[in-house]
């Protein structure tokens, strides 16, 4: 059963930062049988869409960014034997930043930015930007 748990969400003024965590288990994470998927981070605000936020290739070698984040929000991945840790630095972050933010697994290698190139998601966790 695959399992993605996302944690460090909270309130911060603006200007501040957080880093998000997303701690991922399962059958498709053990690198002895699979090559990790891709991951990403999405969030939804109040009344809104889910929209992209950035994804991150198998290995890390590669990320993707929604335009709205790039050169603040960083994404990174750290692959062990049978889990994969996902992290999101958030920096300089903006009342407009206020969302849940989920983590998602691809159910492919490289980076993807729809919603659909995504199988399996966590619960989400808020974050929220004071101005």
């Known amino acids: 059963q695959v399992q993605l748990v996302e944690s460090g969400g909270g309130l911060v003024q603006a200007g501040g930062s957080l880093r998000l965590s997303c701690a991922a288990s399962g059958r498709i994470f053990n690198s002895s049988i699979f090559i990790s998927p891709a991951m990403g981070w999405f969030r939804q605000a109040p009344g809104k869409e889910l929209e992209f936020v950035a994804s991150i290739a198998w290995n890390g070698g590669n990320t993707d960014y929604a335009d709205s984040v790039k050169g603040r929000f960083d994404i990174s991945r750290d692959n062990s034997r049978n889990t994969v840790t996902v992290y999101l630095q958030m920096n300089s972050l903006k009342p407009e930043d206020t969302a849940v933010y989920y983590c998602?697994?691809?159910?492919?290698?490289?980076?993807?930015?729809?919603?659909?190139?995504?199988?399996?998601w966590g619960q989400g966790t808020q974050v929220t930007v004071s101005s």
């Open positions: 998602a697994a691809a159910k492919q290698y490289y980076t993807a930015t729809e919603r659909d190139k995504y199988e399996y």
